[in-house]
Nanobody, 115 residues
Framework: QVQFVESGGGLAQPGGSLRLSCTAS????????MGWYRQTPEKQRELVAS???????NYVHSAKGRFTISRDNVKNMVYLEMNGVNPEDTAVYYC?????????WGQGTQVTVSS
């Protein structure tokens, strides 16, 4: 069963940037549409961006123009480049297949945007 490990979170100032990385445990990753999701204590986990196995990208409205999802099928990795972050982006970020599978959630990586 493929598993995912997220990294790259941290503290950023408003307007700053972060790059999140996700490593997949198995080569089957290459066949999977992937997504980045985020969750706060106040809200249910939500999709932020998705990418097909061939690299077609989709974003939720709040992420358009600020975030970029990409993948490297050789390295079994997916990335989320976050630019122009704001406090509303503070959350734990997860990667998973898209649609998500309950048994594939990792630990996530915390992103905190604060001055």
């Amino acid at each position: 069963q493929v598993q995912f490990v997220e990294s790259g979170g941290g503290l950023a100032q408003p307007g700053g940037s972060l790059r999140l990385s996700c490593t997949a445990s198995e080569a089957v990753f290459k066949l999977l549409p992937m997504g980045w999701y985020r969750q706060t204590p106040e809200k249910q986990r939500e999709l932020v961006a998705s990418i097909t196995k061939d690299g077609d990208e989709n974003y939720v409205h709040s992420a358009k123009g600020r975030f970029t999802i990409s993948r490297d099928n050789v390295k079994n990795m997916v990335y989320l480049e976050m630019n122009g972050v704001n406090p509303e982006d503070t959350a734990v970020y997860y990667c998973n297949s898209f649609p998500s599978q309950d048994d594939r959630w990792g630990q996530g990586t915390q992103v905190t945007v604060s001055s």
